[in-house]
């Protein structure tokens, strides 16, 4: 079986799209190839193959009319003398930071606009997709137009099932924003979407509540695609002692920073006779001076940056509680509903209790509630209770622990999940229903 990917993620086991998509497919038995949309060399063991666009090459090719894209194999497989080895490039790394600084729906606009109106459709991409001769492609649906119109076009040159998989909701209207861009193009967003849908043999959706309200509008099967998880860490014995160690890591987008920055001010004062809680944060986020006075205060809270995934299975080891926080601003609570991060896998694989601080409506929140898995509050005026409930019964992190751990293995086994993409997959390929 020949999988081609199309996806916007550089596909690095050290980062979270990639190590994604090395949770679903290590050790399934077929071919592998990538068409990505970022800059940056992949690192991983799975794929070999990659064909690479990014900002930058669509920018050159407006400035100079260079073609868009390149084809290369990582070292390992380095046999092919027609592909190009390549590395990281920092000027188009320094690219990606600069537009995340605005990264506002206007730019956005901007940027697929740019996008579609480039000469990406070009032999070097055709001739990579026929050398490839995909079986079956993968295609995560985005919010992008042009990822859309790539995987339209791919579909058109193969001719072959494509599989999709969807994680944020691009298409529902129960949003909030003033912004007539925003709604423009959420309208035309959705459309695109319908429109692609018609090409999906399959659409994985992470939550029951997401498959609820997109099943009704796409034109193609559903299936629910839990992350799959190593379950190493599950088998740590630990013991609680004072004080109770916190420990929270990801992004710090969409309002979760004003969540966390709550939570520190909450433990500075519950530490004032004592030392109950240490809240520690690993993070690339870069925050201002203000945020690190409470963020990393280095006696309730420390604040040390961004850490490569060994090293955090580490972290999370020598941990007691892992948190996962969302924001409860109106705006930020309807962008992410849906949304099932697959850090709260990560938290449950983690061998820590799970504390999870998010709106009640919110996707993981109540998958972690109804399976009793976390403690879990639902509001910003409850954390302070909780906190000094918790110091007074320490015993209540061996509970969730245990708890968080029955439902990884239950819901989250990789041996399993693997199992059936693979069957999956090959049930696209060959059930006629599918096409």
């Not at 309002?255 to 520190?264: K, M, S, Y």
């Not at 001010?265 to 945020?291: R, W």
């Not at 302070?384 to 245990?402: H, M, V, W």
């Amino acid at each position: 079986m020949k999988v081609l990917i199309v996806s916007a993620e550089t596909w690095r086991d050290d980062t979270n799209g990639g190590n994604v998509l090395s949770n679903l497919f290590s050790g399934m038995d077929a071919e592998f190839s990538q068409i990505y949309c970022n800059p940056g060399k992949p690192q991983n063991s799975v794929c070999n193959n990659y064909f690479q666009m990014t900002d930058q090459m669509v920018l050159s090719r407006v400035l100079s009319r260079k073609e868009i894209g390149k084809s290369f194999i990582t070292s390992k497989a380095s046999t092919d003398s027609k592909k190009e080895i390549i590395s990281p490039d920092s000027k188009e790394n320094r690219v990606v930071k600069l537009l995340k600084k605005f990264n506002s729906e206007s730019l956005r606009v901007l940027k697929d606009i740019l996008w579609l109106s480039s000469n990406w459709k070009n032999k070097t991409l055709d001739r990579f997709i026929k050398e490839t001769s995909p079986d079956v492609i993968f295609a995560p649906c985005y919010g992008s137009f042009f990822m859309h119109q790539l995987v339209r076009h791919i579909h058109k040159v193969t001719n072959k099932p494509v599989i999709s998989y969807i994680s944020d909701d691009f298409i529902g209207y129960r949003q909030f924003s003033l912004s007539p861009i925003f709604w423009i193009n959420r309208i035309l967003m959705r459309k695109t979407v319908i429109n692609t849908s018609k090409i999906y043999s399959l659409l994985y959706t992470m939550t029951k509540e997401q498959m609820d309200e997109t099943a009704p509008i796409v034109h193609c099967p559903m299936k629910i695609l839990k992350k799959p998880v190593s379950l190493t860490n599950l088998s740590v014995a630990k013991t609680t002692s004072p004080p109770i160690k916190l420990i929270f890591a990801g992004n710090l987008y969409v309002g979760r920073l004003n969540v966390l920055i709550e939570l520190a001010k909450a433990i500075q004062i519950l530490n004032k006779d004592a030392s109950k809680f240490g809240l520690h944060i690993y993070s690339g986020y870069q925050p201002s001076e203000p945020e690190l006075a409470v963020l990393n205060d280095k006696q309730n809270t420390f604040f040390h940056g961004l850490i490569s995934s060994n090293e955090l299975q580490q972290r999370y080891s020598e941990s007691d509680v892992a948190l996962h926080i969302e924001s409860f601003k109106v705006k930020y609570r309807l962008t992410t509903r849906l949304s099932f991060s697959t850090k709260i896998t990560d938290c449950l694989s983690s061998g820590c209790a799970v504390m999870v601080i998010a709106w009640s409506e919110h996707a993981g929140f109540t998958y972690l509630k109804a399976n009793n898995a976390a403690i879990c509050i639902d509001s910003l005026n409850k954390v302070s209770e909780t906190l000094n409930d918790l110091a007074s019964c320490p015993e209540k992190i061996g509970f969730y622990r245990q708890q968080a751990k029955q439902l990884a293995i239950k819901n989250h086994n990789r041996t399993e999940i693997q199992s059936m993409v693979s069957n999956d997959f090959q049930e696209v390929i060959t059930d006629k229903a599918y096409h």
